[in-house]
């Protein structure tokens, strides 16, 4: 039997075929669709589908279906000689190249605000509403957020952490 690479397999078609297969009379032992991991997801499920093949159950086409692709998308990645003893021997050349991170674009929107915040005079609601003119297509509520996340190191878009004066409410970079 083919050795199956579970990372082909979309979980939400598994689980639709698991569900379908555990509607089905003959099925005594049914497999759980939450909590279980997807390896012995796929495991039960070949195991009943045999199980109710040789049983000589009559198996809808679409089960059927899944899971011969299961099948033949692991003899696709064979080398020919049947399961291959070394996975990574099967995985394309071009994966095995290191990846190299790809540079973020900064977000236009963030750096004019970055631009407004680095004057120190304006408020945060100067600064939305200047923002807001500048990218009409954006929301208030999404620019004002921008800012409140800015005073949370785990949420900040921006370069800086922000700080918001309580007298004067004059939005500045925290030091």
């Known amino acids: 039997m083919a050795e199956i690479d579970i990372t082909t397999i979309d979980m939400n078609e598994l689980k639709a075929q698991v569900k379908a297969l555990n509607a089905l009379e003959g099925v005594t032992d049914k497999i759980k669709v939450v909590g279980i991991s997807k390896q012995a997801m796929v495991d039960k499920f070949s195991?009943?589908?045999?199980?109710?093949?040789?049983?000589?159950?009559?198996?809808?086409?679409?089960?059927?279906?899944?899971?011969n692709s299961m099948f033949s998308e692991a003899e696709a990645t064979d080398d020919g000689a049947g399961a291959s003893a070394d996975p990574a021997a099967a995985k394309d050349p071009?994966?095995?190249?290191?990846?190299?991170?790809?540079k973020k674009e900064p977000n236009p929107r963030i750096v004019f605000m970055e631009t407004l915040v680095a004057k120190g005079t304006l408020t945060k609601k100067d600064i939305v509403?200047?923002?807001?003119?500048?990218?009409?297509?954006?929301?208030?509520?999404?620019?004002?957020?921008?800012?409140?996340?800015?005073?949370?190191?785990?949420?900040?878009?921006?370069?800086?952490?922000l700080k918001i004066d309580d007298e004067s409410k004059v939005v500045s970079y925290a030091e």
Not at 48 to 67: G, K
Not at 139 to 144: E, G, M
Request: proline share 11%.
């Open 129 to 161: 509403d200047q923002t807001l003119a500048k990218f009409p297509d954006i929301s208030k509520s999404t620019i004002a957020t921008n800012l409140t996340d800015g005073k949370n190191p785990k949420y900040c878009p921006f370069t800086k952490l």
């Open 47 to 67: 195991e009943q589908v045999l199980a109710l093949d040789a049983a000589e159950v009559t198996i809808p086409e679409p089960i059927v279906d899944f899971y």
């Open 94 to 102: 071009a994966k095995d190249k290191p990846k190299t991170p790809k």
